[in-house]
């Protein structure tokens, strides 16, 4: 698999949660395809992603939406079940039974509500791969994450969606297309302007 020569990730990455290989991807893979009876396999340059950073954060956080708002992406999804999570725990401050880590796992988001069911309930075919700020706010802080995800919807090669946490309480068939292709995104993605609002910069969960 390739990896693309200009998408870095933060030190932290590789410390918090370890590499994965290419069973786990497969594993996510087969889950999600029975889960939407739809074939799916990650692109290429994210499953690359995945391989050594899942959970991680990438250095160009930002992206512009197609009316010229700026997002942060907040830290990628981790494809690890939540028995499978290094010890010891870091529990979240978001319940009392659940290791931050899990948080941002693509297991949780695909099985828990409120993101299951709504996410299930949109226009597309939607698998997440990285929680964004909420509001403008870095969503390492925030009880509850928007997503940018992959949209199988159309074809194999899935176009790249936002969605809204909030907004899906009264709409959840919305989204927000912002790239063709996961590729595209990468093409997008620029460093985090000095004036754009964050919180717990310093806190890696």
């Known amino acids: 698999m390739t990896k693309h020569k200009d998408f870095k990730f933060m030190a932290e990455s590789e410390i918090v949660i370890p590499a994965i290989d290419e069973k786990i991807i497969q594993r996510n893979e087969t889950f999600l395809s029975h889960y939407n009876e739809k074939v799916i396999r990650f692109p290429e340059e994210l499953a690359a992603c995945f391989l050594k950073h899942h959970g991680g954060i990438p250095e160009k956080q930002c992206f512009r939406m197609p009316e010229g708002s700026v997002r942060m992406i907040c830290r990628f999804c981790t494809l690890l079940d939540y028995d499978e999570i290094p010890v010891p725990e870091v529990m979240t401050w978001r319940s009392t039974e659940s290791d931050i880590r899990y948080d941002y796992s693509l297991d949780f988001l695909m099985n828990a509500d409120p993101y299951s069911s709504r996410l299930y309930q949109s226009r597309g075919v939607l698998v997440p791969f990285a929680v964004i700020d909420t509001e403008g706010h870095n969503a390492r802080s925030m009880h509850d994450m928007d997503l940018i995800c992959l949209d199988y919807q159309e074809s194999a090669e899935p176009s790249v969606v936002t969605w809204s946490f909030e907004e899906s309480w009264a709409s959840p068939e919305e989204t927000v297309k912002v ?27």
């Not at 996961?182 to 717990?200: I, K, S, Y």
């Open 179 to 205: 790239a063709d292709s996961f590729a595209g995104l990468l093409e997008m993605l620029f460093e985090r302007p000095a004036d754009f609002p964050c919180t717990n910069e310093c806190e890696y969960f």
